[in-house]
């Protein structure tokens, strides 16, 4: 499925979900992304990793030879395979023969598991042995078509579910998986995790969503434990759950990645994500690059207020009589100046304003030059003599 976008996929064989989460841990290890057991996050220090969510169920299934039972503790005494080093499959079955107080003599733990646990029991080298795997993996179907093995139905499941949050009970109908043969013979009880994917946080985003799309076409159909749609969902006990697969599972698939091909979905979001800051800074500055420009502008206009208003004031306060022409003339240099001043076609008015006060000015000065002309000459006279 992958392929179809071009991504290879690279296939690391382990031995089993614990040694999967061991290698996620290690940052020497090349792998991004792994299948971890439910239950074994708990109680261990996950820092660094994120579950894409739960892909399907791996139920626990109790194999024995003899009498009848549908109680874990009619194995005390036996020998019971649990699995090999670094499998899901010992710590689950370890972590129920312990509530059980069966991990020690006269029980006998034999670390065998798969294949080789269901040939030791059929020959008859164990009595029990306990597997986790989907239905139709080869050594549940081998060990459910085997002769004389007997599938146990787990009649204290409510209480492993109870005391293990992580685990879900299961039902697998009579004849669910032979109608022919009747296997299983009666309807069977099952305890079962959840297969998680769990990848490193720095995963990349948009393999996260493929993984997901890939993972909805193989685990969406519905299975002899679920129904369609149920899986991949958000339920996780064990890890964080990613951010990229909160949205996929709130939302679906990119809008993006439904319309264009995956590079070009995945260049764009890409530059979505880089354009945003520049947005973020962009925005302000649209708001303050006007008001700027504008005062830059006025400012060449402005600036000459400041000498209009000191020549009104020298003006104002002049007592020598200065002639009108010498005034007049100072005025007709600065509008000169000012009339050579560019300014852009909307702020052309503010130009304009300038020039009508350098005009009001103007008449002031003329105003007080008539004023002076119009005022009556006094002369002295010498006072008069009284007899």
């Known amino acids: 499925i992958l392929a179809r976008y071009g991504i290879e996929l690279i296939e690391r064989p382990s031995d089993g979900a614990v040694d999967n989460l061991r290698r996620l841990m290690d940052p020497k290890e090349r792998v991004d992304v792994g299948f971890v057991q439910g239950g074994l996050g708990i109680g261990t220090d996950t820092e660094g990793l994120v579950s894409l969510g739960s892909f399907y169920f791996e139920p626990l299934w109790v194999f024995y030879r003899g009498r009848d039972t549908d109680d874990l503790n009619g194995l005390r005494g036996k020998r019971i395979a649990v699995g090999g080093e670094g499998s899901g499959t010992r ?20 670390p ?48 492993y579910v109870r005391r ?47 993984l997901l799309k890939a993972a909805a076409e193989v685990h969406g159909p519905p299975g002899v434990f679920s ?24 939302s679906g698939t990119r809008f993006l990645q439904r319309y264009l091909p995956f590079w070009a979905a995945t260049l764009v979001d890409r530059l979505i994500v880089m354009l945003i800051p520049v947005f973020a800074l962009l925005i302000p500055a649209m708001k303050v690059l006007p008001a700027l420009y504008g005062w830059r502008v006025r400012s060449r206009i402005y600036k000459w207020y400041g ?7 020298e003006i104002a306060d002049d007592r020598s009589g200065r002639p009108e022409a010498e005034w007049l003339e100072r005025l007709d240099r600065l509008e000169q100046r000012v009339n050579r001043v560019k300014t852009p076609n ?35 006279r010498a006072p008069a003599a009284h007899a």
């Open 346 to 380: 909307a702020y052309t008015n503010e130009l304009y304003i300038l020039r009508e006060h350098i005009n009001l000015v103007r008449r002031s000065v003329q105003r007080h030059a008539e004023q002076r002309r119009a005022a009556p000459v006094t002369r002295d």
């Open 227 to 250: 129904k369609a749609g149920e899986f991949p969902n958000a339920r996780q006990v064990d890890f964080p759950l990613s951010r990229e697969a909160e949205r996929f599972y709130a």
């Open 112 to 159: 065998l598991g798969g294949l080789e646990a269901v040939a030791a029991l059929a020959a008859g080298r164990i009595d029990a042995a306990m597997l986790v795997g989907p239905v139709n993996s080869g050594a549940v179907w081998t060990a459910l078509h085997t002769p004389d093995v007997k599938l146990m139905t787990m009649s204290r499941a409510d209480a």
């Open 307 to 313: 000498e209009l208003k000191f020549l009104e004031r």
């Open 91 to 110: 710590k689950l079955a370890l972590d129920l023969l312990e509530a059980h107080e069966m991990t020690g003599a006269p029980t006998v733990i034999e």
């Open 164 to 210: 293990h949050p992580y685990l879900t009970k299961l039902t697998l109908p009579r004849g669910t998986v032979d109608l022919v043969r009747n296997i299983p013979a009666v309807e069977t009880t099952l305890v079962s995790p959840t297969a998680t994917l769990v990848a490193r946080e720095d995963f990349h985003p948009a393999l996260i969503d493929l």
